[in-house]
């Protein structure tokens, strides 16, 4: 435990009641311990409990414990952890602590496809400006579709309006068969619905060339 980002690992259960963070606590030279908010100090075995609001663990570990080796500026091996490496430990601990109070039901939507940089940008933030992480996954998803929402809508603002040629140009694109990209499409797979290539090329395939779906049948379509 002479690893400060070894000892904040061991702060993902932390009462998040807690006045004292567990960062403070970790460069402290104390680990969790449990139950509730007691701590044990790496290298003197000293134990603390009751953290109130105007505690400092270092002072709080110097006042009970003067004689440890850490204290008192011993070099004990300690090695300390970079501001950036602990932001983003303490962050993976809360998305850890999360996961782990979702039910199956609450977990699966998480695989919805959120991209994980967002995930973790989001309880980053919301730690460093309320001090507090989600209490919910319901909580966190609802953020995510609003971020999500607004970079769309962003996004769909930049893109200037195409000119006639341009929309035509892609209505042609669209009509094309994308196998032998000369005549239109006209049949629809099934079950995956995808219309993109001609009659004459739907017979030589197996899969969906968008999708990779097994094609169980198709229909002929005319476009108008």
């Given at each position: 435990?002479r690893?400060?980002?070894?000892?904040?690992?061991?702060?993902?259960?932390?009462?998040?009641?807690?006045?004292?963070s567990?960062?403070?606590?970790?460069?402290?030279?104390?680990?969790?311990?449990?139950?509730?908010?007691?701590v044990?100090?790496?290298?003197?075995?000293?134990?603390?409990?009751?953290?109130?609001?105007?505690?400092?663990?270092m002072r709080?570990?110097?006042?009970?414990?003067?004689?440890?080796?850490?204290?008192?500026?011993?070099?004990?091996?300690?090695?300390?952890?970079?501001?950036?490496?602990?932001?983003?430990d303490?962050?993976?601990g809360?998305?850890?602590?999360?996961?782990?109070?979702?039910?199956?039901?609450e977990?699966?939507?998480?695989?919805?496809?959120?991209?994980?940089?967002?995930?973790?940008?989001?309880?980053?933030?919301?730690?460093?400006l309320?001090?507090?992480?989600?209490?919910?996954?319901?909580?966190?998803?609802?953020?995510?579709?609003?971020?999500?929402?607004?970079?769309?809508?962003?996004?769909?603002?930049?893109?200037?309006p195409l000119?006639?040629?341009?929309?035509?140009?892609?209505?042609?694109?669209?009509?094309?068969?994308?196998v032998?990209?000369?005549?239109?499409?006209?049949?629809?797979?099934?079950?995956?619905?995808?219309?993109?290539v001609?009659?004459?090329?739907?017979?030589?395939?197996?899969?969906?060339?968008?999708?990779?779906?097994?094609i169980?049948?198709?229909v002929?379509?005319?476009?108008?």
């Amino acid at each position: 435990m002479r690893s400060e980002e070894k000892r904040l690992r061991t702060f993902r259960q932390w009462p998040e009641s807690s006045p004292v963070s567990a960062t403070d606590l970790a460069k402290a030279g104390f680990f969790f311990l449990g139950p509730g908010d007691r701590v044990q100090c790496f290298c003197c075995g000293g134990i603390l409990r009751s953290w109130e609001a105007e505690d400092q663990p270092m002072r709080e570990h110097q006042k009970f414990f003067p004689t440890c080796k850490f204290i008192c500026g011993e070099d004990v091996g300690n090695q300390q952890m970079l501001p950036f490496l602990e932001i983003l430990d303490y962050v993976d601990g809360q998305i850890l602590s999360l996961l782990q109070r979702m039910d199956v039901e609450e977990a699966n939507v998480l695989q919805m496809g959120f991209d994980h940089s967002l995930v973790m940008s989001l309880v980053q933030s919301r730690h460093l400006l309320t001090g507090t992480c989600y209490l919910s996954v319901s909580e966190l998803v609802l953020d995510l579709l609003q971020v999500d929402g607004e970079e769309s809508s962003s996004a769909e603002e930049r893109e200037p309006p195409l000119s006639t040629e341009e929309q035509l140009r892609q209505l042609q694109e669209e009509r094309m068969c994308k196998v032998c990209m000369d005549k239109d499409v006209s049949i629809v797979f099934i079950p995956c619905g995808h219309l993109v290539v001609c009659a004459e090329c739907a017979p030589s395939l197996r899969r969906c060339p968008i999708c990779r779906a097994v094609i169980r049948g198709s229909v002929r379509t005319f476009m108008s």
